[in-house]
């Protein structure tokens, strides 16, 4: 059985879901609501911008061309 390399956003959107889930719970306040809310999304584009930011840092190799003489 091949063990799956798992996506690091995964985590990411998992603790955030959870985070607005005990927030909407808990919060009484509709001015804390708001910017607990803001709050999670920060962290959430944060996340997404880390994560594109190595993806477009990881630059394509040039192909290595053999001349034979």
């Known amino acids: 059985m091949k063990k799956k390399k798992t996506n690091p956003l995964v985590g990411h959107f998992t603790f955030a879901c959870l985070a607005l889930a005990a927030i909407?719970?808990?919060?009484i306040d509709k001015d804390t609501l708001v910017v607990l809310n803001s709050l999670v999304l920060v962290y959430v584009v944060f996340a997404l911008g880390r994560r594109l930011m190595q993806f477009s840092n990881k630059k394509p190799s040039p192909p290595t061309s053999k001349k034979s003489k």
């Open 24 to 27: 909407w719970m808990f919060v």
